[in-house]
């Protein structure tokens, strides 16, 4: 089953596509047909993890010529909203946008390749004198997203990042990122536009603080857990601010009450992923022992989502595309309450294209069970 959606302006032309077909050269063919274009300069493609690794890099490079970045999924915002399994992909073309992939790769040495991109990135902004944002795609399972994201946005100074981490639909075991032909784990692809066209970076997120607060008194960051709240395991502390039994924590119950942190003015949302057999609190975040936070109270999904992309439209115009990257806690909080449809529709109309999730990037903070994107005009 294949469909496609385009939509030319006079200053950007966009073309999505997605297919389900299992075999990916088949499926990569499909998407090829739908997105291909004269002069493109990026196609985005966001695939399932089922795939055979080795045969999908080998089909995007040969049936999507040219600059091509990707990551594997826990599911895709596509043409036809929510999108399961297969691969979709959308494709850019316009004289008024330049797009530079930079490969980060291993994570283990990110600082050192950091410097090598800030320079030339930096070089390319100054010589062109064009506005820029960056798309960050990482590995999803590397818990390196908070040193990647702030050492990105620290020495690119004012440029924009939002970014979301590769998933593998809730196996928890390896995620991908592809660049040149290869899918490849331990690996980040930072993208830097530089575009002339109207664009909107923008954060959203359905919680608000409550007044219910707590202190992370011991934990380990680079683990990501929480072993003490308020002195007390951690498990027993949360389940008893939020009023639930210890062995009734799962993950619905995580994603109605994440944990939010404060920074300056704006509060982020910190994603519990499980309670671990010691009672400690694994989180999707590192977290650091002395934090003050909050648990969130969640308002409706689709009317915080309406009122954003309005502020969107506000801000540019009619959006040609929306790139986003929204956490897998909101989808399945919305097919809990039933309204993945709904919201999948919404999405589709506003011309999101995108994934879901382990996490998501904005400017310098990693985040979760948040809606990050890039809005980009072009309509006149």
Do not use: W
Not at 1 to 29: C, D, F, H, K
């Amino acid at each position: 089953m294949t469909s496609t959606n385009s939509i030319a302006t006079p200053r950007l032309s966009v073309l999505q596509g997605y297919s389900t077909n299992i075999n990916p050269n088949e499926a990569v063919q499909e998407l090829a047909v739908q997105i291909r274009q004269p002069q493109s300069k990026i196609c985005l493609v966001f695939f399932s993890d089922e795939y055979d690794k080795k045969k999908l890099g080998k089909a995007l490079q040969e049936h999507l010529p040219g600059l091509v970045v990707g990551c594997t999924t826990a599911g895709q915002l596509s043409s036809v909203g929510f999108q399961c399994g297969g691969i979709s992909g959308v494709s850019f073309a316009s004289d008024e946008l330049i797009a530079v992939p930079y490969l980060i790769h291993p994570l283990s040495s990110l600082v050192e390749q950091i410097g090598v991109i800030a320079a030339d990135a930096q070089d390319k902004i100054s010589r062109l004198k064009l506005p820029a944002f960056g798309l960050l795609l990482v590995d999803g399972l590397s818990t390196k997203e908070e040193l990647l994201t702030a050492a990105l946005y620290r020495v690119l100074g004012d440029v924009p990042i939002v970014g979301g981490s590769a998933g593998d639909m809730l196996k928890f075991q390896k995620t991908f990122v592809y660049h040149n032909g290869e899918l490849l784990s331990d690996a980040a692809i930072f993208t830097l536009f530089l575009t002339s066209l109207p664009f909107h970076v923008f954060k959203h997120q359905h919680f608000l603080p409550s007044t219910t607060k707590l202190v992370v008194t011991e934990a380990e960051p680079n683990e990501r857990l929480v072993k003490e709240i308020n002195g007390e395991p951690a498990a027993e502390a949360y389940a008893r601010l939020i009023g639930i039994p210890v062995d009734k924590l799962n993950g619905t119950v995580f994603s109605q009450n994440p944990l939010m942190l404060r920074i300056k003015d704006d509060y982020y949302v910190r994603s519990i992923a499980s309670v671990e057999k010691n009672g400690f609190l694994k989180l999707y975040c590192a977290i650091n022992a002395g934090l003050v936070l909050t648990i969130g109270k969640g308002y409706s999904i689709q009317e915080g989502l309406e009122k954003n992309l309005l502020q969107v439209k506000q801000q540019i115009g009619e959006p040609a595309v929306i790139i986003g990257c929204d956490c897998i806690y909101r989808r399945l909080e919305m097919e809990a309450q039933g309204i993945d449809k709904n919201i999948g529709q919404l999405l589709a109309q506003n011309k999101v294209v995108g994934f879901s999730t382990y996490g998501e990037q904005f400017n310098s903070i990693h985040v979760n069970q948040t809606f990050t994107g890039v809005a980009i005009g072009g309509q006149s």
